[in-house]
């Protein structure tokens, strides 16, 4: 099988750490794994990989080179299966690991405040060439009336596909959430790395500690965090702020807030820091699917995000973490997190967000996965369209 994505780096972001543990994943399960990309990092030991030239500048010409690249490549090969994450549209299966299109961009507009800036990104978005080619190719993926198969990480994610092409058949379309590595991300860790690690952040066992984790701070809610931060904390309230987002606008909003804050930057071993938190915090404006929140819950942390992240279906509000409906209700998330300053509390939601994670295991995930190539590829050699009636690739979660 081939699987076409932009880049192969489980360190780039959280499509990208999926389509490698995939890969991996498909590998130890006996299929021969081919892996179309214009760059590769880490571990590849087994995969086949393939260079496909990607124009750097202007912008917009990244993925349409990519899209055409990958088109002429695959062409000249032949695969059971061809699986896609947004680079080329002439696949079996599509995964959009960044949600829709369309959506994301009403949500990234509303994640700026209100006012001139929030103008100023809708005008610079509007004339992106990026963004309108990004938009074309996903017209094309769900416009026209091909036979591959949608893969949506949430039932939002599909919502907000069906709500943007009405016109696409419902039946092509299939609930799979992101799957999660339920050993390397477990509450045991805490009893070999918590102490050690919170001494090396100059943390106190007592420390109540939040974790927020992201590559783009202000899409994943930082400043609605530290907005509701802004009044003294009752207790010893210390965040950790993770990831490569931008950070000088924010430092100064935390020296202003009632809390410590300890801005660390990107990490390579989440788990480690996953550890030594006591709860992650995540009140984003746009997620399909955060991989973030299901890792933390495994690791039996209770999770507070929003309704905008499809990885809120997976939790119960009040059992396993707290879900708010606006990013901006800073006094909502303010109260969720004095809530959760109750170590028993914390400790049951805990256990129940692990729970909830041992139900969509990294294995769990591959034999949904497995099962629905196998449904596809059948159908294909019978000469049969994978949207007909009787179809046996239907995946039920």
Known sequence: MALV???????RGGGESYASALAKGLLQLGHQVHVFAHSFKGELQGIRTHHLP?????????AMSLCMAARGRLRRERFDIVQGFGATWEVDVHRPGGGSERAWLAREIASHPPGWRRWSAWIRLRVSWKLATNLWIESRLYRTGGSHMVVANSFMVASDIMKSYPRMNPNRIRVIPNGVDIKKFHPEHRDKWRAQIRQQLG???????????AHNFRLKGLG????????PMPGRFVLLVAGRGKKGAYELKALRSGIRVIFLGPVQKPQLLMSAADMLVHPTFYDPCANVCIEAM???LPVITTTWNGASELLEDGVSGYLVSDPRSASLLRDRILALGDGVLRNRMGEAARKAAE????DWHLAQMERLYLGVAGLRGS???????????????
């Open 5 to 11: 994505i932009d880049h192969l780096d489980a360190g």
């Open 54 to 62: 990607m124009m750097r500048y202007p912008r917009g010409a990244k």
């Open 203 to 213: 943390l106190s066992r007592d420390d109540v500690v939040m974790l927020f984790l």
């Open 224 to 231: 609605c965090l530290l907005s509701a931060l802004q009044e």
């Open 298 to 300: 495994a690791s039996g």
């Open 359 to 362: 139900r969509i295991s990294m």
């Open 383 to 397: 000469g049969l369209s994978s949207t007909q009636e009787g179809k046996t690739c239907r995946i039920n979660t």
